[in-house]
């Protein structure tokens, strides 16, 4: 089994910044992507950003620039720095990592989710 903990949400004004982080723990051979998503009050789940094993990032077009996707391999954990944050960028985000637990199941796996509030 494996879990998924993230950290770092809060409420921060327009304009300001949060690291959210993901650590996984359990039974994992290695981690493929890992990635981060938002769900807002009434609407659906969405990428906010992913990152693939070899550190390749992709991000949606709403957060391009204003947010960076990390991950240390030896902590099995991803980072989201979040800066300029906005009103529209509050939503509960959530952490999910594509985990290999052994030598041939690959499991998606999601974090239980994290509040982010921008508000002044």
């Known amino acids: 089994q494996v879990q998924l903990v993230e950290s770092g949400g809060g409420l921060v004004q327009p304009g300001g910044s949060l690291r959210l982080s993901c650590a996984a723990s359990?039974?994992?051979?290695?981690?493929?992507?890992m990635g981060w998503y938002r769900q807002a009050p009434g609407k659906q789940r969405e990428l906010v950003a992913d990152?693939?094993?070899?550190?390749?990032?992709n991000y949606a077009d709403s957060v391009e620039g204003r947010f960076t996707i990390s991950r240390d391999n030896a902590k099995n954990t991803v980072y989201l720095q979040m800066s300029s944050l906005k009103f529209e960028d509050t939503a509960v985000y959530y952490c999910?990592?594509?985990?290999?637990?052994?030598?041939?199941?690959?499991?998606?796996?999601w974090g239980q989710g994290t509040q982010v509030a921008v508000s002044s």
């Open positions: 359990g039974t994992i051979v290695s981690i493929y992507h």
């Open positions: 999910k990592m594509m985990v290999k637990i052994n030598l041939v199941i690959v499991n998606d796996y």
């Open positions: 990152i693939s094993a070899g550190g390749n990032t």
